[in-house]
């Protein structure tokens, strides 16, 4: 379904193509998903304006929705966006950050979800299972515990059924469904999760690879893959220094990252 080849040219036409990706985010990432996304090779915009949004959204590869900081302005923003990207076939990714740690941004994640096409939903399991309804643990705005990787399978599969879309859990594996055929991607790095905002990073940069690839699994799943190599990458170039490095070093791993890099130290398995 996904091999490292066919990764490995995703992430080089990214490089090529440098896709607009039109980003409405949270104010903690603004900047490092801006950054990241340049070195990735990507060509990112922030834009939030109702004014300009529909405008934004129809030129650019992708639109991407995150509700990490969410205000009433710009929760309608993020509709006024989603419907033009979806009338004009701009590709959305959807990032519930928080769901379930209050009751507004889970009603929020369901609306836009109700109002919106998305094209890719990302959470962590506990986001993605309180948009589903369920109750899974939750503490602001991260995952609460580890779990295993068949319930995030499952959890993942019911979230895809439930609004027609595809769904990216990530954790210590992540996981991405259609609802029908479902991959797992065992790379990355506990540094991962020392630093904010690598989760909404990663959702922008599946932005950037399904600005270049209609194939939703082959997409997200190659953004999974170069996401985890270039950390795996920027934990060894840091060893022993602690968080800030590893900071610095993901976003030159990013650019650094090579077909080759992926086709050595990718792990992808098709599930059942
Ligand atoms: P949370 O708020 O729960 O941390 P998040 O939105 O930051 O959620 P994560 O699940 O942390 O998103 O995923 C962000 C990236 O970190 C993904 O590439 C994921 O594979 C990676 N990651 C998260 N936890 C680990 C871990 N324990 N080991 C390796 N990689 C991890
Ligand atoms: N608070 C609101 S948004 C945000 C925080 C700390 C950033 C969350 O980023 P991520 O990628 O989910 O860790
Ligand atoms: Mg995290
Ligand atoms: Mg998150």
Excluded at 240 to 261: C, I, K
Aim: glycine residues 8%; negative net charge.
């Amino acid at each position: 379904m996904v091999d490292l080849q066919q990764a490995s040219g995703l992430l080089e036409r990214v490089r090529e193509q440098r896709p607009l990706v039109h980003n409405i985010t949270n104010v903690v990432v603004t900047n490092f998903t801006a950054n990241g996304l340049l070195a990735l090779g990507a060509s990112p915009v922030m834009a939030y304006a109702q004014e300009e949004v529909a405008d934004m959204a129809k030129i650019a590869g992708a639109l991407v929705l995150n509700i990490g900081t969410l205000n009433p302005a710009e929760v309608e923003a993020m509709i006024v966006a989603g419907r033009s990207a979806n009338a004009h076939q701009v590709p959305v990714v959807f990032d519930p950050v928080g769901a379930g740690a209050t009751p507004y941004r889970t009603e929020t994640a369901r609306r836009i979800l109700r109002e919106v096409r998305v094209t890719l939903l990302r959470g962590n399991a506990a986001e993605i299972a309180h948009v589903v309804g369920e109750d899974w643990e939750i503490k602001g705005v991260d995952a609460g515990v580890d779990e295993h990787s068949q319930d995030k399978a499952a959890l993942a599969q019911k979230a895809a059924r439930q609004w027609a879309t595809h769904v990216v859990i990530t954790g210590k594996e992540d996981i991405i469904t259609d609802g029908q055929h479902t991959c797992l991607i065992k790379n990355g790095h506990p540094l991962l999760t020392s630093v904010t905002g690598t989760g909404c990073l990663l959702s922008s940069l599946i932005g950037a690879f399904l600005a270049v690839e209609k194939d939703v699994l082959l997409a997200g799943a190659s953004a999974l893959i170069s996401y985890g190599v270039a950390a795996q990458l920027a934990a060894q170039k840091t060893a022993q220094r602690g968080p800030g490095s590893f900071q610095v070093e993901l976003l030159n791993q990013l650019a650094a990252v090579r077909a080759e890099d992926l086709l050595r130290d990718g792990v992808v398995a098709v599930m059942k």
